[in-house]
C-alpha cells in the first residue's frame, strides 16, 4: 500500500515513520495522546511510555484506513524543519547519574528517558486538553470525552477512537468490554474497506484477550465470529478447536482441527485427545488409534524443539495418557525413549511421570499456557 503525501509517494511504513507531532497529557490518574495532525488519531493509557505505545498503534491504523479509502494525509507540522531535534545543556554531574540509574532501571535509553520526562512535562504545563478538571484529584472513572466523540464516527477516525478505548479498558480490567471494543474496531474496519480478512483477525485477536482473562462463552463467541468473517483463519479455527476439546464437545473440536493440525502443531495435539477421547468413548478403534496417531506426532515434534523449560508440561500430557492404562504403555515407553534421544533437557524415565500433578484437563490454565509456549 502506498499514499501521497505532498508529491511524495509512501508506503505505510515510510508515512508511520515521519515526524507527527506526538502530544501527550496526563488525564487524572493517567495519560491522553494523540497526533495533533491527524483528526481523531488518539490513545490513552496508564503510563506515558504506554501511551507513546497506544499512539504509534493507532497512527498505523488511521494511515492504514486512510491509504485504502484515498483519504487525503496531511503533511506533517512545516515547522519541525526548523528544528534538527538535537541540543547540548549541561545538568550538575549528580542528575545526569540519577537520570542514568532511572533508564537503566526502566530499561530504555537516556535519550529516550530525557525525551517523555521533557514531552509530558511540557504537556503537563500547558494542560491544553484538560483545563476543565483536577488531575490529581480525579481518577480515571470514565474515557476521555474527546475520544468517545470520536468513536461514534462511522469513519476512519472512529476506528483508533475505539482500539484507544478498548486499550484503556483492558487496563482497568475490563476485559469482557474491551474484548467487544477490539471486535467492534474490526467490524468498522471491515465495513469501510471490505477486508473481512482483518476483521477476522481483530476478533481472533479478541478471542484471544477473553481467553487469556478465562472468559471462556465469551472467547468461543469471538472465534466463531472470526471464522464466518474468514473461514480460512487458521489461528481461530486452532483456538476454538483446542477451546471446545478441553470442553469434552469432541466432534466439532475434531472436525475445526482436521482442518489446520497441518500447520499447527498445538492443534494437532488436540486433535489427538479430541480422536482419542471419542474413540474410547464410542468404541471405535479406528478414531482411537488415528488419534493415538496425532498425539504421538505432535509429542515428537515438541520435545524435539522445545527448550528445558518445556519438560514440565511435556511430562504433563505424557502422564495423562499414561494414566488412562497399560492399552498406551507402547507409546509412553516410545515417546519417553525419543525424548531421550532428541529433546534438550536430561533423561526422563517413567517415574518422573508419577511425579507429574495431572491437574484439570478441562479447566489447568497454566497446562495450556505453558504447552502454547512449548509447541512450534
Not at 11 to 36: M, N, Y
Not at 108 to 134: E, F, H, M, Y
Not at 287 to 297: C, I, N, R, Y
Not at 303 to 310: E, I, K, T
Amino acid at each position: 500500500m502506498a499514499a501521497h503525501i505532498g508529491t511524495r509517494s509512501l508506503s505505510l511504513d515510510e508515512l508511520c515513520s515521519l515526524p507527527w507531532t506526538r502530544e501527550i497529557v496526563p488525564d487524572g490518574d493517567g495519560f491522553f495522546g494523540r497526533i495533533q495532525e491527524l483528526e481523531g488519531c488518539i490513545s490513552e493509557g496508564s503510563t506515558a511510555e504506554e501511551v507513546l505505545e497506544n499512539l504509534q498503534d493507532a497512527l498505523r491504523c488511521w494511515l492504514e484506513v486512510a491509504i485504502e479509502q484515498g483519504t487525503p494525509i496531511p503533511v506533517p507540522r512545516s515547522d519541525l524543519e526548523d528544528f534538527s531535534g538535537r541540543f547540548s545543556v549541561r545538568v550538575p554531574r549528580t542528575l545526569h547519574r540519577a537520570l542514568a540509574t532511572r533508564a537503566e532501571r526502566e530499561g530504555v535509553s537516556l535519550n529516550q528517558l530525557i525525551t517523555l520526562l521533557l514531552g509530558t512535562s511540557t504537556a503537563k504545563a500547558d494542560d491544553g486538553l484538560s483545563n476543565t478538571r483536577s488531575h490529581e484529584d480525579m481518577p480515571v472513572t470514565d474515557v476521555h470525552e474527546e475520544i468517545a466523540a470520536d468513536a461514534v464516527r462511522e469513519d476512519s477516525q472512529g476506528i483508533g477512537a475505539l482500539k484507544g478505548i478498548a486499550t484503556w479498558l483492558r487496563n482497568r480490567g475490563d476485559i469482557n468490554l474491551a474484548s467487544v471494543l477490539y471486535a467492534l474496531a474490526g467490524d468498522r474496519a471491515a465495513a469501510l474497506t471490505g477486508d473481512q480478512h482483518a476483521a477476522a483477525s481483530d476478533f481472533g485477536m479478541a478471542g484471544a484477550l477473553a481467553r487469556r482473562h478465562r472468559r471462556m462463552r465469551l472467547a468461543e463467541a469471538l472465534w466463531r465470529e472470526s471464522i464466518s468473517r474468514d473461514p480460512t483463519n487458521i489461528r481461530s479455527r486452532s483456538a476454538l478447536g483446542q477451546l471446545l476439546q478441553r470442553q469434552g464437545r469432541f466432534t466439532e473440536s475434531i472436525e475445526l482441527l482436521e482442518s489446520v493440525a497441518d500447520v499447527d502443531n498445538y492443534a494437532q495435539l488436540s486433535l489427538g485427545w479430541s480422536l482419542l477421547h471419542q474413540g474410547l468413548a464410542t468404541e471405535n478403534d479406528e478414531s482411537t488409534d488415528k488419534g493415538l496417531a496425532h498425539f504421538v506426532t505432535a509429542m515428537r515434534r515438541w520435545c524435539a524443539y522445545a527448550n528445558r523449560a518445556q519438560l514440565s508440561p511435556w511430562l504433563r500430557q505424557l502422564a495423562r495418557l499414561n494414566a488412562m492404562g497399560p492399552r498406551f504403555s507402547n507409546e509412553v515407553d516410545h515417546l519417553l525413549s525419543f525424548a531421550n534421544s532428541n529433546a534438550n533437557w536430561g533423561k526422563v524415565v517413567r517415574g518422573n511421570l508419577d511425579a507429574v500433578s495431572l491437574g484439570d484437563e478441562a479447566s489447568e490454565d497454566a497446562y495450556e499456557q505453558e504447552a502454547l509456549q512449548g509447541i512450534t
